[in-house]
């Protein structure tokens, strides 16, 4: 079977939502029963998002497989409601090491090494192996960056090759582009796109359809004038409005004919009738549309001044509250501002830490752990404020002087916190975590056993510290209940404190694995506690 791809290019600026609109149009090809999965290309040097500040870059995304990714994988397990491998982020240092090292093995046989066809040739091997392993009808292949910029030429090089050897009943371009609104009255400007289809045009390639976002609905007037200076047919120009919710993009593509539009041109016949499918899913995005009662959460972290450093926390207490036909707002608290004290946390139902490395802001989280285990406030802290919660609980009720991870300071007495043993001899930075899905064993008559409703649980993991065992029975005296564990009882995973209202921490992060329609169990159970 030969798969079909759809290769996604984006103009004019980044941060239109091309993630967005990738992860919409394979949701709608998946709701009509295609086998569809998404490639995202980022065409800078890192190796993979992990050592990339989420302030800068939004948060990273960690896969099954361990892969630590950019965050649009995130959006697209969420809108496929499917598991994708660390393979499908790909990235130029992944090429280039991959292509200097066949070179240093002499596998290129004396031939001079060169971007076009060596570079260029790799990259298309990458994407026809992930199509052809997984057999796959529809691939959909984001370029990240913007049409013009220098680092996703050899991409858009490979893609435009591809293109030719498939031919175009297998290959579609969409270029994602922006149509900006100046005036009060509203003019559509269409001059960004006609350049960014210009510049796409001079390396090659001619995009089939177009996604304009815009703020209001693209007039008639607009897309026709796009389409004649694009050379894209009036009906392949689609509109890419704002809507209350990024789940209800695929159905405003749907409204305008995309997938009609889509099977034409792959010459795809007998449709197969999805209505079920389309039921489920919205009803899935109707129930995050509910206007029903507020739950307030605090989230407290450091990486406060760009919302996408947390969006999958984010995504999954939304998931968590349309499931209880609720609706939460959060307001996100900089762990740095929290120093002297915590008391404006005290209008909140419920606090969530989420992850976080290093030692700026730490100090207010751990207030905020204490103060929410003193106030009986319900607590769900993740990774870092699992690990900040064990402080706050050991600082102020085992009576361990200066308690602290050995992250934040590695002389301290009381190392409750301390770096995994397999960390000791690693040097390297990159890649080198505690990371991806590890399988937990859950203590019966716990909280944890009621929230998953099981002995066993995988989860995924991004940590080098954990919780130091030699304090176990210091804390376990004290009231603390450690219900998960993993590696035959070598690691601490949840800890819960039984005589507070909700108080859970969890070494893994259950945000990964939460989805539209399916909440991940721990937020289910905090939301609901929240509310209540
Ligand atoms: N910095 C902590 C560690 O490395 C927590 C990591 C996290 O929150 N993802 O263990």
Redesign the pocket.
Known sequence: MQTKFIFITGGVMSGLGKGVISSSIAKLLQLTDQKVSCVKIDPYLNYDAGTMNPIAHGEVFVTEDGGECDMDIGNYERFLNQDIPKSHNITTAQIYSRVIEAERKGEYLGACVQIIPHITDEIKNRIRNIAQDENLDILLVECGGTVGDIESLPFLEALRQIRAEDGQENVIFIHVTLVPSLDVVGEQKTKPTQHSVQELRRIGIQPDLLAVRCVQPLLEKTKKKISMFTNVSIKDVFSCHDVKSIFMVPQILYDQGLVDTVFKKFAKVGLINASANWDKWNSIVDSLQKPADIVKIAMVGKYVTLADSYVSVNQALKHAAASISKNVSIDLIDSDTLNGDSKKLAEYDGILV?????IRGSEGIIKTANFAREKNIPYLG????F?LAVIAFGRHVSGLNNAN?A?IDPKTENPV?DL?PEQKSVSNMGGS?RLGANEIKIKDNSLAFKIYNSSIINKRH?????FNKKYLDTYIEKGMVFSGESDNGKRMEILEIPSHKFFLGVQY?PEFNSRPGFPEESFKAFVSAASS
């Open positions: 989420p992850g976080g490395f290093g993740i990774c870092f404020g690990q991870s992250e916190i995994l975590l991004r940590h080098r510290y954990e992060h």
